[in-house]
């Protein structure tokens, strides 16, 4: 299981992602980055192996422009479609979080773009760390990260280890 945060920081956005990969019932700590950042851009990933690994390539479409919603839709969800109709076995579990000059976007599993605004919580207890987000949202930005890290650890078995923090 994965949980993803994020905040805009202006123009810039703060992302995080918990470090602990679950294979049925056995737990490894820290064995797959869920965050990371490519150039001026962050990413995090959340749902199965390949979808995951897909969005955490290096073959990634590159954001370039000045609309980072348009661009998701014209270029990166094609991309996706096109990287992952090779699958067998049904609609792959994805959800895919990005932030860029300090827009937030989110792609989830049926590759809809959603702008959710100024934060934003995905995968396991998304619910309670978009509420811990929204609680401190008067806080400085990593109290927040570290509030709703707390807040999930605490009520999510699945999710844990050493969180990864990037900043674009």
């Known amino acids: 299981?994965?949980?993803l945060l994020a905040i805009s920081l202006g123009t810039k956005t703060l992302m995080a992602g918990d470090g602990l990969v679950c294979l049925g019932s056995i737990q490894f700590q820290d064995a797959q980055p869920k965050v990371r950042r490519i150039g001026r851009t962050c990413w995090g990933a959340a749902g199965d192996a390949r979808a995951c690994d897909l969005a955490m390539s290096s073959s990634l479409p590159r954001w370039t422009g000045k609309d980072p919603y348009a661009w998701a839709v014209r270029r990166l969800v094609p991309w996706l479609a096109e990287q992952l109709e090779d699958d067998s076995g049904g609609e792959p579990s994805l959800e895919l979080l990005m932030g860029v000059g300090g827009t937030l976007?989110?792609?989830?599993?049926?590759?809809a773009v959603v702008s959710p605004g100024p934060y934003f919580a995905?995968?396991?207890?998304a619910e309670v760390a978009l509420g811990a987000l929204h609680a401190s949202r008067h806080c400085a930005p990593v109290t927040q990260l570290r509030r709703?890290?707390?807040?999930?650890?605490?009520?999510?078995?699945?999710v844990g280890g050493a969180w990864a923090v990037v900043e674009g």
């Open 1 to 3: 299981m994965t949980s």
């Open 122 to 125: 995905a995968g396991s207890a």
């Open 148 to 158: 709703a890290q707390e807040a999930v650890e605490e009520l999510c078995s699945g």
């Open 105 to 111: 976007l989110f792609v989830d599993q049926h590759l």
